[in-house]
């Protein structure tokens, strides 16, 4: 399917043609094209860097939120972009314009002068110039893979690190087990500077534990040190030193009130006083995160359910641990409004479908897959046989339009229809109408 939207974004062309993946996992690269710019990343506010399996995306967009809330100007920088490059990279509470954009670039390339860099590399470096070359009050960074060995692990002394839900995901680069992929994920704990852990596994919080530790850094962990729970509708975080009392996530879903705990959590440990509850209050109600669990209203398939009489939501779920979350979601949603569930799913032939699908099992969904562009997408053949093997229904279609169609036409009541299966899907399908892009 021809998609006008990303191929016109001419930065991401000119970024993957010049620097394909390259992939090696260390920093010597970005810290090498640092020195030749004159280390932009040491002229940043300061910085809370977020890693972690699942939850980065939402935790961050909490954290800006709060901080945006008490009148800060908030740098971010996240990953992967959903259909616009310039999603990435948020300069001072503004996604960055294609100008800067333009202009950057030619001075990146220009300083490194021809020699290796991978795609995700020179965009990390790209955004650390944009932010030194902008005032701010802050600086929210998120891991692109790992973390140890992550491109944006160049930070010294970070205000903050954080670490949410560490479970098993990219296992050809991290794994296979879950204490490599936590180390991995603790190598942004740095000496003498505060950490704050989501919930953890056992054998992934073992290895948290004895970094944080043999690194000096003081440790606030959910569940030991501190907690977070919902409690008649409301999210309660309960820290090493007071109890917030804040309104529910604008984030659907029981695991963002452990998203946006984590971030108030966060927040307390950098201390800066114009945070105060106030703001986490109303940072909590503002927070918006494309992609995640988001309901579709508008664009050619929201013109779809609508006229069906049925909600469409859209979820970044990739792997087994964001697929328990979401099937929670749906679990709750269908107490309160009853409906089929249908799901539309494409994910890519790295995953495990079957440990995705096996989350759904008690609440047997029927399942649409379908595939998006991509030469490392699964085959719906494959990935209707992985939910059959689950025990679910499943049909197959060409593309996500056609699946949307297909999801809704069932008999009965209208549908409750999810999309998921990964980011890159979830991009595909809010490329598809200016609509819904998301700002």
């Not at 919080?205 to 569940?223: F, H, M, N, Q």
């Amino acid at each position: 399917m021809y998609d006008p939207i990303r191929a016109s974004d001419a930065v991401i062309q000119r970024l993957r043609a010049s620097h394909p993946s390259l992939i090696d996992l260390t920093t010597g690269r970005v810290e090498r094209l640092l020195e030749a710019l004159g280390r932009p990343d040491l002229r940043l506010p300061p910085v809370i860097h977020v890693a972690g399996t699942n939850g980065k995306g939402s935790t961050t967009a909490f954290l800006r939120a709060m901080a945006e809330a008490a009148g800060l100007k908030v740098h971010v920088l996240t990953s992967p972009h959903l259909v616009r490059f310039a999603e990435r990279i948020r300069v001072a509470g503004r996604l960055i314009t294609d100008e800067a954009l333009d202009a950057l670039t030619d001075r990146l390339e220009a300083a490194n002068a021809g020699q290796p860099i991978s795609f995700f590399e020179i965009t990390t470096v790209l955004a650390f110039q944009a932010f030194a070359d902008t005032p701010a009050d802050l600086c929210v960074i998120e891991v692109g893979l790992g973390g140890r060995f992550d491109a944006t692990n160049i930070f010294d002394a970070p205000a903050v690190s954080v670490i949410t839900p560490v479970d098993y995901d990219h296992l050809e680069m991290l794994g296979p087990e879950l204490s490599k992929i936590a180390w991995e994920k603790a190598g942004i704990i740095k000496p003498g500077r505060p950490v704050v852990s989501a919930r953890q596994h056992e054998e992934a919080l073992a290895v948290i534990e004895a970094e944080a530790e043999a690194r000096g850094a003081p440790l606030t962990l959910v569940g030991r040190d501190a907690d977070i729970w919902r409690e008649r509708g409301r999210l309660v975080v309960q820290a090493p030193d007071r109890l917030l009392d804040l309104p529910p996530p604008s984030l659907p879903g029981l695991h963002q009130f452990e998203n946006a705990g984590l971030a108030a959590l966060a927040l307390l440990a950098l201390g800066d006083p114009r945070i105060d509850e106030a703001a986490l209050a109303r940072g909590v109600e503002d927070a918006v995160w494309p992609g995640r669990f988001q309901r579709l209203t508008t664009g050619p398939l929201g013109g779809l359910a609508a006229a069906r009489g049925s909600d469409l939501w859209l979820d970044g779920a990739h792997n087994p641990h964001g697929a328990a979350a979401l099937a929670r979601t749906c679990e709750e949603m269908g107490a309160r409004d009853p409906r089929p569930l249908v799901l539309v799913t494409g994910q890519f032939a790295r995953k495990d479908p079957r440990g995705f699908f096996a989350a759904f099992a008690d609440l047997g969904p029927k399942v649409v897959a379908t595939t998006f562009e991509s030469a490392s997408a699964l085959s719906p053949d494959d990935l209707a046989a992985a939910a059959r093997a689950q025990g679910l229904e499943a049909s197959t279609a060409p593309d996500v339009s056609a699946a949307v169609a297909l999801a809704l036409d069932v008999e009965g009541p209208p549908p409750r229809v999810v999309i998921c299966g990964g980011l890159h899907f979830a991009g595909e399908v809010l490329a598809l109408s200016p609509e819904t892009w998301p700002t």
